[in-house]
């Protein structure tokens, strides 16, 4: 029965070639965007999986809801934690912190090099089995303070050479190197590049005991590890959990918890590592509780549903044609489970084919994935371990979902009706209709988003990249130690390609998140509003942007570094704003906030001992410095200078003369520290680095798009061929009562419409709720217009009418005398 | 009202050339009821299609009440067809997802008809034919002796100069087809011109003339002076 049922199968492909290959592509368009998603996850689930302890090591997490209702979800947490985490949980085998990465120059043999250098304790090289290249861990633990180097670093300085026992100069102190650790294969989430979750180039390794952390519980700057015991692991997980449930209560003074909500601890695998901090960078409110391995998945999915509903449409369709003989086999005795077991069987083979069509096309895209965004979607699949469950089961779900409704429809032929005229419907025209609207309102929902998130992309591209004004470039960490933006503004004057110079305390468009929140009284239920905090110099606003809208500007003249204060001074403390964050506070002008005097929150007060009073002297139009931190679109910028590796110098060039400029910032650096490694980067070339994400996201809807239009579009195409054909003793009779071709071909046009038009109102508010919810992530966010819409509804509408027009027309030539003849 | 000279109808295929209809030379007059008989495959659904105007000739003259359109392009040929043609076929060939008054309705549509006359008018067709009652009805829900008389109603409402009947009665049993040769009969005396293929003595004996036809020739053309006296 087998050989004939597929016989029969092989000879209904055969009678329609089309239809059967666009069932096919249709299919593997489907399974291979579910596989992809499926082996993306797949790989960011492979992370450090060389690690051989990588199931009993946890990473502590920190979360906090501040007074601004802010979410933040960690995977960095305070100083102290490493500390009290080793007191209350004993059976730990190993608890390691490391420090977030700042630049440091060391001096080899005279020559400066500028590293990515972070802190960690010995206890790091407990937990993870890092690959010497040269020397081991005894060697790193017999060299407290000693330097080890990741291997591309080492071989950058030192070449082929073993640099173990060389020593490096930093500042005053001579620094050995004990140790160089092969780069972490990929997936990991340490490496030396700005991608890595936790990149250094250099460790300074300090011992545990030796370990003495400020405690100061509200900044979240490192990475905590801890090494589960290999026996008795579940019991000592569930020690560490209780004794996180309630470490912020036992550990936390009661006045740094007092700035917050809410504030807990948690863990993470290092599997869900990768994820989480993607889900961070996409998602900056942690409120969203969305998970891009999840809405990948859903996408997936989505784009699945549409090729199966698409196979289910035609196959239908192609029912029809087959009612006299599926008449026959009821007459000679086939059951109902029979005509569906012949059918489902169509449809297996046909995703078996589409199965063999996506792995191909997995295969051939796949590089351009690795390149693109550095994922290997083929080592993800390969190194599934249920990837051979996934692919039976898909197989199997998917064609016993698509063939549902063919099958039903089959059964429900009467015999006597299909033997005598042959003729029954191909399946409910109303089903059908729904059924291609679902294709189109996944396709459309998609289409609209690309085009929200391309709106979005290219305003902020608009706000911040400027073509037609003088370039900004940022040296990291170094207006420190002396050589402070002040110094370099007194030698302007030297280097006329260089027009201006100031300092911040961080890199633009980096995930930086300090934040003020203050009210202009101290009333209770006042008004208060939250704005990033950013740390400037003098000429910040004339060196990065910013023009004055009301009052005045910090001036040397008038103002000092609010540092420069005694810690008694009960003065006012003279503060720039932004407009945004000045309408905010309730403020109905610029002008208007203009003298006025700001104030911490009370439990902000409490928590930091400190009740200034800000004086507002200048209020500046918005300019952008950051993505986005949930609802906070303002800037406040304190007039701040400090001593630390996060003060960077910000210098502005001369756009005319950008060549000169770095030769003259490379000079003036170096006449005061010789040493100095003058590392430019320009901030358009950070947005842009750090925009890669959203490009990538609007890259990634697109193909979707594409693919889902692809799917709805061939299938559209091809209902139209079959119902055309279906309809042509109709069509037929309508032009004998007087129908012209037009009439006929509007006719056909208008029905393939109406699922087109219902599936872009069912896509409508899915979209919205959608472009909403990644706007949000935006500090300068665009308006929705109702253009995105639009366009979809024309868009949509416009490739139906194209798919579907050319066989319309075709069917409504045809002669009324050919299609009548048997009359 | 019809004048066909000298038409002759040849199907081509790739392999060979089948004469369907052969030196037809044809006659009817305005109030006429003409029935064609002969022999399956005879050429008589050739010539109605040809009479009909969704078919045409390859060679000869048709004349349309005065007009020859026999050159007539296909867009030109529907503007005839359906100012002056009304289709009934042996199989109804009603539209099954169309209720009986949209069914009826059809060719006033294309004839822009405005709304409320077409509804007025589709009113007074289904009266004739007896099924008002049906209006809303698909034709599914209905015997074949009612789709029959729907595809009447149908083919009369446009006010036809020519109503052309192929088998009318084919695929009705003998009652459905007296109550539908009645209904031809009585269009007939209120002046529609009929011609009608038939393969029933019984109901080409209703019409005033027979046409005989064998192998795409036209054996008898029904004129003989008594009978002509007769329908005068």
């Known amino acids: 029965m087998l050989k004939h049922f597929l016989l029969s199968a092989f000879s209904h492909y055969a009678k329609a070639p089309l239809t059967t290959l666009v069932n096919v592509v249709a299919l593997a368009l489907g399974i291979a965007c579910f596989f992809g998603a499926l082996g993306v996850s797949s790989y960011w689930g492979q992370s450090d999986a060389t690690f051989e302890n990588r199931d009993r090591i946890r990473l502590i997490t920190q979360q906090f809801v501040s007074e601004d209702g802010d979410m933040r979800d960690n995977p960095m947490v305070a100083e102290p934690v490493a500390k009290y985490i080793r007191e209350d949980v004993p059976e730990l085998e190993a608890v390691a912190r490391v420090t977030s990465s700042d630049p440091a120059t060391f001096l080899v043999d005279g020559a400066p090099f500028r590293l990515e250098t972070a802190l960690a304790n010995s206890e790091l090289f407990q937990i993870f089995d890092f690959e010497f290249a040269h020397g081991d861990v005894e060697s790193v633990m017999d060299s407290p303070g000693a330097l080890v180097l990741m291997s591309s670093v080492a071989k950058r300085i030192y070449g082929d050479e073993n640099p173990v026992g060389k020593t490096v100069q930093f500042g005053e102190a001579s620094i050995a190197i004990s140790a160089v650790i092969q780069d972490p294969p990929q997936p990991s989430h340490f490496g030396t590049t700005d991608q890595s979750i936790r990149p250094f180039e250099a460790l300074q390794v300090i011992p545990a005991a030796s370990e003495d952390p400020e405690e100061w519980w509200l900044g979240v700057t490192n990475f905590t590890y801890v090494l589960l015991p290999e026996q008795n692991t579940e019991a000592a997980e569930r020690s560490l959990n209780s004794a996180l449930s309630d470490f912020s209560e036992r550990r936390v003074p009661e006045e740094q918890r007092a700035a917050l909500i809410r504030l807990w601890f948690g863990t993470l695998t290092l599997e869900e590592l990768q994820s989480k901090v993607l889900d961070g960078q996409i998602f900056k409110d942690s409120r969203n509780a969305l998970s891009v391995n999840n809405i990948l998945f859903g996408m997936g999915v989505l784009i699945l549903i549409v090729s199966i509903i698409n196979y289910s449409n035609l196959a239908t369709a192609q029912a029809a044609g087959y009612a006299k003989e599926v008449g026959m086999r009821k007459v000679v005795g086939a059951s109902q489970s029979s005509i569906a077991l012949q059918y489902w069987l169509e449809a297996f083979i046909l995703t078996l084919l589409g199965f063999v069509l996506a792995v191909a096309l997995t295969v051939l895209t796949a590089p351009v994935l690795k390149a693109q965004a550095g994922i290997d979607l083929m080592a993800g699949l390969a190194q599934n371990p249920t990837i051979g469950f996934w692919a039976g089961g898909l197989i199997l779900t998917v064609s016993v979902l698509a063939s549902i409704y063919p099958v039903a429809y089959l059964s429900r032929i009467r015999p006597v009706e299909a033997l005598r005229s042959g003729k029954v419907r191909g399946g409910n025209r109303k089903l059908t209709e729904l059924l291609v609207g679902i294709q189109f309102a996944a396709a459309s929902a998609l289409l609209i988003l690309v085009l929200v998130v391309g709106q979005q992309n290219a305003h902020m591209r608009d706000l911040v990249l400027s073509p037609d004004e003088d370039p900004v470039v940022i040296l990291e960490g170094l207006a420190v130690n002396g050589n402070h933006s002040d110094d370099y503004r007194a030698m302007l004057d030297q280097y006329p390609s260089l027009k201006a110079v100031t300092h911040i305390n961080y890199m633009p468009w980096s995930d930086y998140r300090n934040m003020m929140n203050t009210s202009p009284t101290r009333e209770e239920g006042g008004p208060e509003a939250t704005s990033t905090r950013t740390d400037v110099g003098y000429d910040f606003f004339d060196t990065y942007g910013g023009e004055l809208l009301a009052g005045r500007l910090y001036d040397p003249e008038r103002d000092q570094y609010w540092q420069a204060y005694a810690d008694d001074y009960q003065g006012d403390f003279p503060t720039v704003i932004d407009a945004t964050y000045a309408e905010a506070l309730g403020f109905a002008s610029p002008e208007e906030a203009i003298g006025q005097p700001l104030y911490m929150t009370r439990q902000a007060t409490q928590t930091f001992g400190w009740d200034p009073t800000f004086r507002i002297i200048g209020v500046v139009e918005t300019v952008p410095l950051v993505y986005g931190i949930g609802n906070i679109r303002s800037n406040f910028y304190a007039l701040a200078r400090y001593d630390s590796s996060e003060m960077n110098l910000m210098i502005r060039i001369d756009r005319t003369r950008v060549a000169d400029g770095i030769q003259a910032i490379e000079d003036m650096v170096k006449s005061r520290d010789p040493n100095a490694v003058v590392n430019l980067r320009f901030t358009d070339d950070e947005f842009e680095r750090n925009f890669q994400t959203y490009q990538g996201i609007n890259i990634g809807f697109m193909g979707l798009s594409l693919i889902a239009f692809a799917i709805s579009t061939i299938g559209l195409f091809a209902m139209a061929v079959f119902t055309t054909l279906q309809r042509r003793h109709e069509i037929g009779i309508r032009k004998t009562l007087g129908a012209s071709t037009q009439d006929v071909t509007w006719q056909l046009v208008k029905e393939f419409t109406w699922p087109v038009l219902i599936a872009n109102l069912i896509a409508w508010p899915v979209a919205y709720y959608a472009s909403t919810l990644y706007l949000h992530n935006f500090m300068q966010r665009m308006d929705l217009t109702l253009l995105p819409w639009i366009v979809g509804l024309i868009v949509t509408l416009l490739i139906a009418w194209v798919a579907v027009g050319g066989q319309a027309f075709k069917a409504a030539r045809v002669k009324p005398a050919e299609v009548l003849k048997s009359e | ?232």
Do not use: W
Request: glycine share 6%; net charge negative.
């Open chain 2, 1 to 232: 009202m019809i004048q066909l000279n000298n038409i002759r109808k040849v199907y081509a295929t790739k392999d060979m050339e089948t004469v369907a209809l052969r030196d037809i030379n044809l006659t009817i007059d305005t109030g006429e009821f003409v029935a064609v008989m002969g022999p399956s495959g005879c050429g008589k659904s050739t010539l109605m299609n040809i009479l009909g105007m969704i078919d045409t000739v390859s060679e000869g003259q048709y004349v349309f009440d005065s007009e020859d359109i026999t050159d007539f392009s296909e867009k030109k040929l529907v503007q005839m067809r359906k100012a002056n043609l009304g289709f009934i076929f042996q199989s109804f060939n009603l539209i099954d997802e169309l209720t009986v008054e949209d069914n009826v309705a059809l060719p006033l549509r294309y004839l822009k008809v405005p709304k409320s006359t077409r509804e007025s008018r589709v009113r007074e067709a289904l009266e004739l034919v007896g099924l008002n009652n049906r209006a809303r009805h698909k034709p599914s829900q209905l015997s074949g002796g009612q789709q029959q008389r729907v595809a009447v109603a149908r083919a009369v409402i446009a006010d036809p100069k020519l109503i052309l009947a192929d088998e009318p009665t084919g695929n009705l049993d003998s009652q459905n087809g007296d109550d539908v040769m009645e209904l031809l009969r009585l269009l007939n005396e209120q002046g529609s011109t009929i011609l009608m293929v038939t393969h029933s003595e019984k109901d080409a004996s209703k019409a005033h003339r027979i046409i005989r036809m064998l192998d795409g020739q036209i054996q008898d053309d029904g004129r003989s002076p008594e009978k002509e006296k007769a329908h005068a």
